[in-house]
């Protein structure tokens, strides 16, 4: 996925669960997320805007103004929607199967799609007062 994405974009940080990884280049608040929802038999794939819900409202309204252009890019799957606890994401399920190397090489394909094509306008439309890179750890 690495070679996927482009070379001018931050590096990306990662942390992986027994059931999810989130990938995110910034703002970890706003990440991307792998996450295998075994119950419902899909892998929810994308954008997750869980940050304070005026951020949050704030960038979903940002990225449903911008609907078309994304449902170009990604394809008609794709979901824009408020989620639980005042979250927001941009998203689509994919429907669960072996988690072999084919299939999680067409997720990592999924969602190096997802950066190439949200990251640019989450840089752009994060809010000014919104904190984009992490602080370090002890200040």
Known sequence: MKDD?????????????????QLWSGNKQLHYEAWIRDRLGVIELGLHFEADALTNARLLAAFRARERAIRRALGADVRIERWDKGWARVWEPIELAPLDQAFLERIA????????????????EVPSDVSWTELKRGR
Do not use: K
């Open 109 to 124: 394909s999924r969602v190096a799609a997802y950066v190439r094509a949200l990251e640019s306008l989450l840089r752009v």
């Open 5 to 21: 994405i482009p070379a001018d974009f931050s590096p990306l940080h990662a942390t992986a669960y027994s059931y999810m990884a």
